[in-house]
């Protein structure tokens, strides 16, 4: 029987029915919580480095709880302020997403559309702290959530007790390295970023669904939103960031269905811009 982490916060119960074939079980999971009383400050950094995406963990797309994602083509650029959660002793031991061991004392983070493994800082918002974890499990299957941190990041960020809390995630995106030498991104060219440095919004509304650190991975992007709607999606270069802009979009039901397929393809709440 494998049983499936629903949410973290602080101490609770979870009841849940599973339906076999000729019977039901009753399944009462036990209280999720902190660990032991440790010096924080005792806990190793995460040091960023190259890693390839790993088949385990990475199945494209995936369906939990009934709602379907679909992972994003690459965690370069990936920025994102929404609340975090986070997960303890239940779970310590377990089996992640791509089948290493959960530690609740290792700096680790559960996502459901970055690429396993992804290294991201994550600050809270309230209080300004930030600590780099490792992105290796799924999760959390919540729509208000964004990420589910392990509990020693919890308690680097200072959310133990509380249990949820806002917070800023941005993906880091360490060189890949051969023989010790650093691989450089491609270079943009004038020619393919020259006409879309201005973009003329007054002719109905957009919705802005990304901004990326590489033109390469906003494309890669834009040929998976492509799946989704047959609104025009522009890429459009602003402040050293290539920014995902689909539109224009006449009506705000238009505006309303788009935002929701954002919302639960991609986890992806878009910035609207309007005349």
Known sequence: MVIQRLFASKNFYIFFFLYGCSNT?????????????????SISKVIPKFEEVTRAG???????????YHLLPTAEGYKQKGIASWYGKKFHGR?????????MYALTAAHTILPIP????????SNQKS?????????????????????VAALKL????KGTTQVEVEVITP?????GYSLSNPKKTIANIEEKKQFDFSSGMYLQAGAFSTWAAAQEFQTNLATLTSTPINLLQENHLTKII??????????????????????????????
């Open 25 to 41: 079980e009753h399944i009462i999971l036990d209280k999720d919580g902190p660990g032991e009383l440790i010096n924080i400050d």
């Open 58 to 68: 990475n199945r494209n797309p995936y369906t939990q709880f009934g709602v379907t």
């Open 95 to 103: 089996r992640t997403a791509n089948g290493e061991i959960y530690d």
């Open 118 to 125: 992804s290294y991201a800082r994550v600050t809270n918002m």
């Open 131 to 151: 600590v780099v974890v490792r992105i290796n499990d799924r999760g959390p299957f919540h729509s208000n959530r964004i990420i589910d941190l392990s509990y």
């Open 158 to 161: 200072d959310f133990v007790e």
């Open 175 to 179: 060189p890949r390295t051969v023989g």
């Open 246 to 275: 689909i539109g224009p979009l006449t009506d705000l039901n238009a505006l309303n269905t788009l935002s929701n397929l954002l919302k639960k393809n991609f986890n992806i709440i878009p910035i609207v811009h309007r005349p």
